[in-house]
């Protein structure tokens, strides 16, 4: 019978600090979760300018290039040829624009290789 009370009396005392395990390891996931969240919004923030930056220089540049296709074979064809390259590159770039910015929301960071 004293065996029987000792075990109930044991697990009467281990019964809260198992309790108290899963509350810190609960709150160690919601910290975890905070941070993660943090980290995301810091980087919608900082994605945020590159990418208003990168439409904005996409829509100009294929808006060039449309404009310098409309001119071909007509009077300015010269004109129109410069204008597709110069239009074709700032879209371009604009779309590298936009692209890069989506490395700011997954958090990837740019890694310089080292030369040997």
Do not use: C, H, W
């Amino acid at each position: 019978m004293k065996i029987f009370v000792y075990t109930f009396l044991i697990v009467i005392f281990i019964q809260p600090i198992t309790a108290q395990t899963k509350v810190d390891s609960l709150k160690n996931e919601i910290l975890q979760m905070k941070l993660e969240v943090q980290e995301i919004q810091l980087g919608l923030k900082s994605g945020q300018k590159r990418f208003q930056s990168g439409v904005l220089v996409s829509a100009l540049g294929y808006s060039v290039t449309i404009a310098g296709g409309l001119m071909l074979g007509r009077e300015n064809d010269q004109l129109g040829q410069g204008l597709l390259v110069a239009g074709g590159l700032t879209g371009l770039t604009g779309t590298f624009l936009l692209v890069d910015s989506f490395n700011f929301l997954s958090g990837k960071k740019k890694r310089k290789k080292k030369i040997p």
